[in-house]
């Protein structure tokens, strides 16, 4: 399976953004799917996850902020964000988890996207 994030750029605080993460090779209700992030000299940590009934999972940090969805039809993964602010900069991975237990942990994940830039100015 591959992925392609896309959706990155630059954005003014409290503003919005969505990524979206295609899937190729495997229909995406077969995976787990999770959004990391990595800012710069920062571990990569989990933003959040969306499982195989469609329940989805989020970091405290983004909790009320973010939402992961899927959409069938397209194959495709969103994570739309709201009221961004500076500390949600970072470089931002999706990945998928064929097992079909989801993890916040990123080692549970075998398959990633190449990134996407996000960074919030003040």
């Known amino acids: 399976v591959q992925l392609q994030a896309s959706g990155g750029g630059l954005v003014q605080a409290g503003g919005s953004l969505r990524l979206s993460c295609a899937v190729f090779?495997?229909?995406?209700?077969?995976?787990?799917m999770g959004w990391f992030r990595q800012a710069p000299g920062k571990e990569r940590v989990f933003v959040a996850a969306i499982n195989l009934s469609g329940n989805t999972f989020y970091a405290d940090s983004v909790k009320g902020r973010f939402t992961i969805s899927r959409d069938m039809a397209k194959n495709t993964v969103y994570l739309e964000m709201t009221n961004l602010k500076p500390e949600d900069t970072a470089v931002y991975y999706c990945a998928a988890d064929p097992t079909g237990y989801g993890s916040s942990w990123s080692g549970q994940y075998p398959y990633w996207g190449q990134g996407t830039q996000v960074t919030v100015s003040s």
């Open positions: 090779g495997r229909t995406v209700r077969n995976y787990v």
